[in-house]
């Protein structure tokens, strides 16, 4: 069993928030045993910490946002997911707006300064979360499932199905480890329909975003864009998922299966697993 993780050093990440547009700054820095991933809003007259925590999440339309203490944080699953894929247990994020850079859509900016700071052992043992019998969420047509775990981590299967059109039905196995997260998911982009991006663009959201900065897909597929897998769309669903996850605090040990669930059902799940329902602690 591994030992609790962090950074070795602090490192920054620029860019620009998707929904507001506004500039912000993101620092990782090394925290210590026990703290977990918290956090830490700068732009106020004082700092605010917001935990990564099930019950620090509010609703949102496709994106993850935690608060606190009259606070909110936006956009947060890409960089947890960063977090929870390369195995840092514990860090502090110091972010100077209200929301996370979108970056280029995917969670590899973060995953590029995470490595680049390196990881290191605390030394503290690792108490994950262990699901010993299945727990699901949704309906018949969008649902999540928790199972007992295949292996001492945790594994997706994953069915996207979008009917007729250039995204159609994907579909994606993966034990996720550091290496298996870094090859198949980091990479793996954010995406919208053209008519869904029109309607944000004419609500004033989403102004400064590029055709570069995520996947839009037209009639016959990515508009100005290329893919990077064709089935990046399903791999970008896992890679939101893990980020989602990581809101119960610890590392998951699961098999997990879902079908056309985003950001709601996936906290739904988080949410039922914190709360006790089908599992134990396992250190």
Request: hydrophobic share 40%; net charge neutral.
């Amino acid at each position: 069993m591994r030992t609790q993780a962090t950074i070795r050093r602090p490192v920054s990440v620029a860019g620009r928030g998707y929904w507001g547009g506004r500039s912000v700054r993101v620092e990782f820095q090394p925290a210590s045993p026990g703290s977990g991933v918290v956090f830490v809003r700068t732009d106020g007259r004082s700092p605010v910490r917001i935990p990564a925590s099930i019950d620090r999440r509010i609703e949102a339309t496709a994106r993850t946002n935690l608060a606190a203490a009259g606070v909110r944080l936006e956009m947060v699953e890409h960089a947890l997911s960063a977090l929870a894929g390369l195995g840092v247990d514990c860090c502090t994020v110091q972010v100077d707006a209200e929301e996370l850079p979108g970056l280029d859509g995917s969670s590899l900016g973060f995953v590029k300064a995470l490595d680049e700071a390196g990881v290191e052992s605390l030394g503290a043992p690792v108490e994950p979360l262990v699901v010993t019998e299945p727990v699901r969420v949704g309906d018949e047509t969008s649902w999540i499932e928790a199972s007992p775990p295949r292996f001492a981590g945790l594994s997706v299967e994953y069915v996207l199905d979008y009917g007729p059109g250039p995204i159609g039905r994907q579909t994606l196995a993966l034990r996720v480890t550091p290496e298996s997260y870094r090859a198949e998911l980091a990479a793996a982009r954010t995406f919208i329909s053209l008519e869904e991006a029109t309607r944000l663009r004419a609500a004033g959201l989403a102004l400064d975003v590029s055709l570069q900065d995520l996947l839009v897909f037209g009639e016959h597929g990515p508009v100005g864009n290329t893919l990077r897998w064709h089935d990046e769309c399903v791999r970008h669903k896992v890679l939101d998922l893990v980020g989602d996850l990581a809101l119960v605090g610890r590392p998951v040990h699961a098999h997990v299966r879902a079908c056309r669930s985003g950001h709601r059902l996936n906290g739904a799940l988080a949410a039922r697993l914190t709360a006790g329902q089908g599992r134990r602690a396992s250190a």
